[in-house]
Every structure is written in structure tokens, then in C-alpha cells.
């Protein structure tokens, strides 16, 4: 599974990384980096399932292909 | 915690069908996460209002203003919807819970049985006498903001009674879209029960340089309609506010009078465990704004109207009722956050009387920077961090073990070129 960011929805509230921090990472400018977008151990899958689900502005998506 | 062999039992069984009270933010993760983690059983969604679910959260922000429609706060896409396979009951309000056999009554008849619930109810606005005077609003559901929307179009002016997070937000639209806007706070300061006075008196000063009036120490008597179409509020002390349109946002209360006959333990919300389950009634949880969990730190059963928390919370929940030998309990530092005036505010952990309020005053490579530190005990137990999301990871780390103030105060050295600390 990857996942990906949407960096002009991103708003910086930082929940992905609080939720998936060996996914996500807060760049300097206030918006998210995926700096593991490719996601393969079930548990990797649903840390980033719960940090999709923990974004309030809907910035995060996967999909099963890059 | 309350827990008995029989409770332990009955929850280890896997339900088949969950019917989920509260078509909020919280009920919709918790359908979300229930399929994610496996679940293959029936799932009833039951909620009072009559669209799709959507998110509060932007009513008062993105939505207002008219950067976000309708379709764009939606909780989920149609795609998401089908995939999920939740038979969603709008217009439903539930109005009785008979935990003996296990179902759900509403107002409009239909009757829902259920082997797992989830009350995902959430909490509605405080009454007050001028809540039917035409022209006075809540500002709870989305009817709500479209009505300030379109009168702050229609160049109405704005007057919020109650100086918390919704009456602030929605002042700060209105100045945005340039009408007056007037801010009444019964109390001394504003935001008086989440920030401490020092961040409260910031929050003040950008209202007053945006052109909002701040009317502190300012109790209502009443909101009458005037002749010339509008709205007059009149304070205790013989104030006078005319405005096009009122907003009453003086707190919420969970939505709790439906549970009266349930036998659940309801206090301030449903008392919970910290896993999320009911006291007493292992087979029913509480998540969002509705949920008093117990925290094992203090002892104590605490709620908050925390939209981070709902989602949370509904993960460990939907987690739990999957994996019931498996259960976890939740624990995490709260965290919300608004906008005022274009200012992102962002606060991690909660404001308490006896904390050190502590401004940090940061020069980075490009600009000014505030974070406020409150202490106790040397520890920094909670954080706000103005405009600067960038650091927010951080404060969440250092707030989570109480990471020593001056530690906190060298880091912010090493990455500033300045700091003040005061």
C-alpha cells in the first residue's frame, strides 16, 4: 500500500506524525512529508489507516499502486 | 474500574451487528476503523440530522468564511459510503435505550437491535432565554452556519454571545468578511476555562486590532427584535449591542436526557473505562464529546469536546470491539486547536489555575514566533504554539513525559536565533 499527501489541503495540524511518526514527518514549513511511503507489514498498514483517518483536512490517501 | 468475571465474558464475543448513535465525526471513524480492523457484521449508523455526515470543525472556519461547500466537509465520499456498507439513518433521533433487550428506539418508530453500541451522541448547545428570538442562533449544525454565512453576506453585523472558541471563531470570520462584529463575555476574560489569562489577553488584543468590541464582565439580560429589523442584546449593566444577527455559544452539554431511563452511568457524559466501555456495561462504549473516560492518571473521569480525541478515541474503540481479548485503553495528551484572525493556534495538553503561564518569545531565520509553556513543578505539561505548526510534534513529545522547562527552553535556543522568555 502507499500512501500519499496532499500538500495543499495539508494545514499542518500534525496528527499524522502524533498517530504514525516513522511515517510521517513535519517539514519546516508546516506541512506533513511521507518519508516511508511505501507501506507493507500489517501494522505499518493500519498506523497509516488510523493517521488517514486522524487528518481534519482529508490530506492523506493511499492506494495500491505509487 | 468495575469490571466483574461475567462482564469479561460477555465481552470477549464477537458481535455481529453494531449500531452506532451519532452520526458525527466520531460515530463515522468508528464505522471506518470497524471495517479496516475486519469487521464483516451489520453496521447502523443512526443520526438526528438530515444530510450525509459531516465535519464541525470547518463550520466556524473554512465554511463560514466560504472556502470550504457543503460537499467538502463530508466525512466521507460517496465511494467511501459504498465501500463501508453502514446502513446510515438520517432524520433518526434516538430517544430510548433498553439495555436489557438490546435496542435502540427512535422518534421516528424504528427500533434498532444490537449486540455492540456505540454512543457517538455528542453534546448540544446550552439554552439560554433568547434562543427563539428569530434571528438568534446556536452555531452547532451546519443550517446554523449557512444562516450566518448568508446574513454576514447580506452585510449583517455580528454580535456572539460568549467569549469561547465558537463565539471568537465566528467574530473573526465576520470581521474577515467585513462586517462589525461584537464579542459578549459574561466572565472577565475570554477563553477563560482553556488558556490561561496571559494567552487569553493575546487572544483579546488581535480581536481588537481586527476591529472586533470586546465586551468582558458583560452578563445578558436579553435579546430583543427592534423596530428597524434588527436585533438589540442588552447587558446587566444597561450595555446596548445592535446587531443583524446573534450567536449564542455559551458551552454544550452532552447529549445525555435520552439515556435518562437507560440505567447507564451518566454524570458530566456516559462514564466510561478507560477502554471506552460503559461502566457496568461491557457490550456499549462511548466515544466523542459524550464520553467521560476514566483516567488512570487522575483518578478521574474526564470529558472533552475535542475533535482529535473523538477520532482517537473511536479508533481504540472500533479496535476493541474487533479484538475484545486484545482490549487497549486510551491515553493521550489532548489536543485542539483554532484560528483567530488568521493566527493558527494550536494547544497541546490543558489549562489548569495552577500552572506557570510562560511566554516564549522566538526569532527564527524569517520571522516572530510565540509558544506558551505552562509549568508545574519545573515539568512543561502543556503548550501552545502560535503560527508555528513546524514545532508541534515536539511540544506533543515534551508535553507527554513533562519534559523539564529549561530543557524545553535550550531546545528552542538551538533551533531559534533569538528567545525571550517572560
Known sequence: MYVRADLNKCMGYGNCVATAPEIFRMRDDGKVEVIKPAVETEGDIA???????????????????? | MSSSSSHTEASTTLPSKVVVVGASVAGVRLCQTLRSSGFTGEIALVGDEAGMPYDRPPLSKEFLVGERSCAEIGLAGQQDWAGLAVTYHACSKAVRLDTVRRVVECETGLVLAYDALVLACGSRPV????????????????????FVRDQIAAGCDVACIGGGFIGSEVVSIARKRGVDATLIEAQPRLLNKALGPRLSNFIRDLHLAAGVTVLCNTPVASVAEEASGGLVVSGVNGEQIHAGVVVSGIGVRPSTEWLNSSGLPVENGVLCEADGSVVGFPEIHAIGDVAALFDPVSH????????????????????????????????????????????????????????EEVFVNCRTQNDEKLIVLYVEADAVVSAVAVAWPALVPWLRNACAKRASFPGCVDHLHQICRQVVVS
Not at chain 2, 127 to 146: C, H, L, Q
Not at chain 2, 311 to 332: D, F, G, L, M, W
Request: proline share 4%; net charge positive; glycine share 4%.
Open chain 2, 127 to 146: 439554552s439560554a432565554p433568547w434562543d427563539n428570538v428569530a434571528g438568534v442562533t446556536w452555531f452547532r449544525r451546519i443550517e446554523d452556519a449557512v
Open chain 1, 47 to 66: 498506523m497509516v489507516l488510523a493517521a488517514v483517518r486522524s487528518c481534519p483536512t482529508s490530506a492523506l490517501s493511499t492506494s495500491n499502486d505509487k
Open chain 2, 300 to 355: 478521574q473521569y474526564v470529558r472533552y469536546e475535542h475533535w482529535t480525541r473523538a477520532v482517537e478515541v473511536a479508533s481504540v474503540v472500533a479496535h476493541n470491539i474487533v479484538r475484545p481479548a486484545q482490549k487497549t485503553a486510551y491515553s493521550a495528551v489532548p489536543f485542539f486547536w483554532t484560528w483567530q484572525h488568521g493566527h493558527f493556534i494550536q494547544m497541546v495538553g490543558k489549562w489548569e489555575d495552577r500552572y
